[in-house]
Structures are given as C-alpha cells and as structure tokens.
C-alpha cells in the first residue's frame, strides 16, 4: 500500500514532485475544512513533510511516525510532543550552511558601507550634486558571535578573510577552536564591534539579547540577527536604533515576521532582509532532498541521515 503523507504547507517545487513521485500526499492548506479531513482521514497519515507541528496536530495524526523538517531550526515543532509520542525528528542542517553565511557576510558589508542606501543616492540623482559620505569597514574589527554551531563557525572563516577578529559565546566553550570564549554574552558585547546573532531558536534562548546586551554593544556597535527574530529583545532594539544607543543593524528576521515594524523603514542605519538567508536555488533544492532523503531511509527501516530526535 501506498504511503500516506502529510502537508500543512507549501513546500519547493521540486521537493513536492520527489514526494509526490514516491508518497501519496495529501496538502491540509488546501482543504476548505481541515478539522473534518483530519477526523475523517488522520489515522492513515503517517509521516509529515514541513514544519509547524504542535501537541494538537499530532492528537489528530495518531499514527504518525515521523515529522521531516524543511529547515535546520525546529523550534516550531513540539519537539517534546513528538519524544513522548516517539515520532522521530529529522531537519535539514548543513546543506544551507554556506548560504547564509553568504548571506551574513553581505548583510555585514551592506550595513557597514550603507550599500542599499548609497544605491538609492545614485537612482535618485543626487551624486552630481553631493557626495554621499564615509562610513566604516570591516577590516580589524572585533566581532561576536552569538552560536558557534555549523553556520556560525562558516561564518567565523569568512570574516576571518575580512581581517576581523572572532570572539564567540555559547553554551559552554568549545575545545580546539582558534577563537576567544566568552561565558557572558553581555561582556562579549561590550568588547565587540560587531554582534552576530546565530543561535538556535526556542524558549531557551528568547529575548536573550537583552536590552543591557544592546547597551553593551553601544552607540558605535552594530548587530546581525540571522537566526529567529526572538532572540532579541526587539522594542529595545528599535528604542536605542532611535535614539543613538546602538549605531545599526542588519535584520533578516523578525519576531511576527513576515510583520515587521514600520518604525524600522524610517531609519538609515539599518538594513532589512525578507528572512532569505538560505533562499537559494541551489540550498532549497539540497533542502528539499534531504527531506525527501530521510523519509525514504525511515520507510526503508535504514538510520535516518539528520535526526533531532
């Protein structure tokens, strides 16, 4: 018999044919009325493809054997639900490493040399008429990243070719890496020029850039969230980007995205990206086999490739 599979959300082109040519799929964000289907319907499913699974959903799937996750971050799964009801976990990590690293390191630059903005002075046509100012570099540097994990430790290579200097804080200190561990975040942001943000998602790291984090970073500090817009503490953001107690950040994701608050438009010393950090033809397709990947190694009874639990 064919296996049953569910879908409670777009996913790639490409990922969608792969299943479709393997599993029968069925697309719950398609369905006029989804509570009806799942009553009627639920006790076939027994895989989920995507994210976004809660203790409810899962009530609703009680044959449910794996949730295969389209991206590395999980924090949308319950992911305690899933271990009592022992329904395995697989993400998709390090296929999408180098993007938003790429990402990271533009994001930077962008912010630094105010590149969006000095785009917009050209289109305007005000270069014959002024010049557009200096700003700052890159070039020895001091910055801190805030999750030293696969991406973050991409990142720490390309910014070591910037000729910056790489200070990281964590859970706990990592052996053998080439890099100063702070054990106080705060500390950390007091000693940098720069703050990265890319550690996990979750309760366990929300709101950790605290308000006092940002002042330590200061009125010359600039910040890089790439990871959830949760982590930091974003009216506190926002109020010291306003008044000159943070000099600037470069944002790929935000805490209700894809709401983002308008007050950030007004300012200059910021940059804002559409959550794209591994929006890549070439990452969301790896993404998208990996996924496809780890459900055919579970229905074949073979170790999974990237399990969370």
Known sequence: MTIEILQTSPLLASCEQALAARYSVHKLHEMDDKAAWLAE???RIRAHAGAGVQADLMDALPNLEIIASFGVGYDSIDIAGAKARNIRVTNTPDVLNDAVAELTLGLMIALARRLPQSDQFVRQGKWPNANFGLFSELTGKTVGILGLGRIGK????????MKMRIVYH????QPNM??????????????SDWLVVIAPGGKGTEGIVSRKVLEALGPKGHIVNVARGTLIDEKAMLDLLQSGGLGGAAL?????????????FALDNVVLSPHQGSATHQTRDAMGALLVANLDRHFAGEPLI???V
């Not at 991409?154 to 070719?161: C, F």
């Not at 790929?252 to 950030?264: I, K, N, R």
């Open 252 to 264: 790929d994701v935000f805490v209700d995205e894809p709401s983002v608050p308008e007050a950030f």
């Open 154 to 161: 991409e990142i720490a290579t390309r910014l070591q070719a």
């Open 178 to 191: 080439p890099y100063i561990y702070y054990d106080s975040l705060e500390d950390m942001a007091r000693d």
């Open 170 to 173: 964590g859970r706990s200190e």
């Open 41 to 43: 319907n639920g006790g």
């Open 306 to 308: 990237s399990a969370v």
